[in-house]
């Protein structure tokens, strides 16, 4: 009976422990055309993207990152086709197999789920207002339905009109949405219809009426993008996840699933410009991105996109190659392989982890910054993406020295210091972390020096990082932590961990 008992509650905890676990991302949008100097490095002029051969390789790759789905953006562009079509000129060799083929076949052979896009009616600038816009939508439907909709890999439609929560659904975007939905299961009875509208920054989600509209939709998936990457505010990711909580409660009374389309990318330049490329954000902020999306309920996390920013290093297909492409990548993947501090760091934006340092004593020995309200540092609770959340603790001219009293004498396993980054008001990861020990609090012993890598994709963006060290083994008392970075900048920090649990 003991031993019944012992294997049902390790079951239990075994899936609360698989349950709480931040959601890998499951999908990613597929863009064929270049359009704009956004597409500068995920559709570079030197690759083919009608080429059958990168496809059966690209979509390999992505299935090996763990990506179920493949989001069609559009079929068409400029009334030219990457499909066979009846009444548009192909937009690859015509004595080929075209990319939308080539994608399904791979897709069918590896258990993938596409889904089909019914645009660009003409461009990415299709207006649904006019009169000939969900015609030609629905006449693509009507081709790619007939061509691929029996495919093992048609999972679905994607509708690329994506309209804003400014601040909720219009009626008028609703109408139409359900028209095209209604085209669509008429066609293929099983596809699901997802859609994944934009303003969350603007949207209230806390109206009747938005609530109200989402209701009014007869789609099946409704992916919010989240908008950390335009930067439609300065600091957005707090926000957000207010916002994506909110929605994952509204959704609970509806049967259309909540999903996330976190977005991945930051800018080269200026931010929501047509003349600026989209490039890699650092993974610490986009690990933040998908936790949050994961606490708020979302069923499923997609993301525009892996596809151009998260792509294998060294592949035989390779896309852009803009600076931080290769280690977002590497990052990625280790965090799902639960290497290094990535799944530390989450825990802590989480807010599930726990350490011994937690209420004791800590002496700062350099300068804060007065003009930000100054936080404990091991008070155990954690700052969010914002200069001014009291939490965190902003120390000087780019050193930070704070000494920890445990009390007594105690086994060390692992230390951390968690560090905000915001370029834009000066405040800076340092570049090397010691940890140190002693028995009296005078005499100090190195532990481990830490280096931190900053992103230089950091124009826009604040994230959080952390400097962790584990497997440890020794005793001590006192842990003294020194943070250095650059001259005349900020080291912002919240708090200081050890023996970390999680």
């Not at 008992?5 to 349950?19: D, G, K, N, P, R």
Request: hydrophobic share 40%; net charge neutral; with cysteine.
């Amino acid at each position: 009976m003991k031993y019944t008992l012992l294997i049902l509650f390790t079951s239990i905890l075994t899936i609360f422990s698989v349950a709480a676990q931040t959601k890998a991302v499951k999908g990613t949008w597929i863009n064929l055309s270049y359009q704009d100097v956004r597409n500068k490095y995920t559709n570079p002029a030197h690759v083919d993207y009608t080429s059958p051969k990168f496809w059966n390789q690209k979509i390999k790759e992505y299935s090996e990152m763990g990506i179920s789905y493949l989001i069609i953006m559009a079929v068409a562009n400029e009334r030219k086709s990457y499909y066979p079509s009846d009444f548009m000129e192909p937009a690859y060799p015509a004595d080929r197999e075209s990319p939308i083929e080539a994608i399904m076949r791979t897709a069918d052979s590896l258990g993938m789920k596409v889904f089909m896009s019914c645009g660009w009616a003409i461009n990415q600038y299709d207006d649904r207002t006019s009169t000939e816009i969900p015609l030609l939508q629905q006449r693509i439907m009507r081709e790619t339905a007939a061509k691929f909709g029996k495919r093992k890999s048609f999972y679905g439609w994607y509708l690329p009109i994506e309209d804003g929560l400014f601040p909720f659904l219009s009626d008028e975007a609703v109408e139409f949405t359900n028209t095209l939905t209604a085209e669509g299961k008429r066609l293929v009875p099983s596809a699901r219809v997802m859609i994944s509208p934009y303003g969350l920054w603007m949207a209230e989600v806390d109206s009747e009426k938005f609530a109200a509209q989402i209701r009014k939709l007869k789609v099946d998936i409704v992916a919010y993008q989240d908008e950390v990457g335009c930067v439609r505010e300065p600091l957005p990711i707090k926000k957000v996840k207010q916002h994506l909580k909110t929605l994952g409660k509204i959704h609970e009374g509806t049967a259309i699933a909540f999903w996330t389309n976190v977005e991945s990318f930051t800018w080269e330049r200026g931010t929501n410009s047509v003349e600026s490329a989209l490039i890699p954000a650092a993974f610490p902020r986009y690990l933040s991105q998908i936790t949050g999306a994961t606490q708020a309920g979302a069923k499923e996390i997609v993301s525009f996109a892996m596809y151009g920013i998260y792509d294998k290093p060294n592949s035989d297909m390779p896309i852009g190659q803009p600076y931080g492409a290769a280690k977002a990548y590497m990052d990625y993947m280790d965090w799902r392989a639960g290497k290094g501090r990535w799944p530390w760091l989450e825990a802590t934006f989480k807010g599930s982890a726990k350490h011994d340092a937690a209420g004791k004593k800590v002496e700062l020995k350099t300068a804060t910054l007065t003009t930000y309200k100054q936080g404990s540092l091991v008070d155990g609770l954690y700052g969010q993406e914002d200069t001014k959340d009291q939490r965190w603790t902003a120390f000087e001219n780019g050193k930070m020295t704070a000494v920890i009293d445990l009390n007594e004498s105690i086994s060390i396993s692992n230390l951390a210091a968690r560090f905000l980054h915001y370029r834009k008001e000066n405040i800076v990861l340092p570049s090397t972390v010691t940890f140190s020990r002693s028995k009296d609090g005078k005499n100090f012993e190195n532990i481990k020096t830490v280096s931190i890598e900053i992103s230089k994709n950091d124009q826009h963006d604040c994230w959080i990082d952390m400097a962790f060290v584990e497997n440890i083994a020794k005793t001590a008392r006192y842990i003294k932590v020194e943070a250095e970075g650059e001259q005349n900048t900020l080291i912002m920090c919240d708090e200081l961990l050890v023996n970390m649990v999680r």
